[in-house]
């Protein structure tokens, strides 16, 4: 049973900064690419970074120079840090996971498998 588990949200001040981490079970994710999206009240869930098995990367152009997606394989753990935060950040962030290793992963969220229960970011102004 593949399980996907965040930590890391909370509340900040436009301007700080949080990490997120999203530790994976159930198999070992080293082949695996994840994707970290978000979802804001009334809005659509969005891609904001994603990280592929290869240690490629990819950001949202919202986020490009203030977010980076990194990994650890050992620990089976994916990061988001996040830098310079605004109040437009705000929402329930998720990690995600396909089926299938040795793929690359994209911003659709439709090509994602698992995913984790979500955790609030906000950030006052």
């Known amino acids: 049973q593949v399980q996907l588990v965040e930590s890391g949200g909370g509340l900040v001040q436009a301007g700080g900064s949080l990490r997120l981490s999203c530790v994976a079970s159930?198999?070992?994710?080293?082949?695996?690419?994840m994707g970290w999206f978000r979802q804001a009240p009334g809005k659509e869930r969005e891609s904001v970074a994603l990280i592929n098995w290869t240690g490629s990367t990819s950001y949202a152009d919202s986020v490009k120079g203030r977010i980076t997606v990194s990994r650890d394989n050992a620990k089976n753990t994916v990061y988001l840090q996040m830098n310079s935060l605004k109040p437009e950040d705000t929402a329930v962030y998720y990690c995600?996971?396909?089926?299938?290793?040795?793929?690359?992963?994209?911003?659709?969220?439709?090509?994602?498998?698992?995913w984790g229960q979500g955790i609030q970011v906000t950030v006052s102004s």
């Open positions: 995600a996971v396909p089926r299938i290793p040795g793929q690359l992963v994209g911003v659709n969220p439709a090509g994602y498998d698992y």
């Open positions: 159930g198999r070992t994710f080293s082949r695996y690419g």
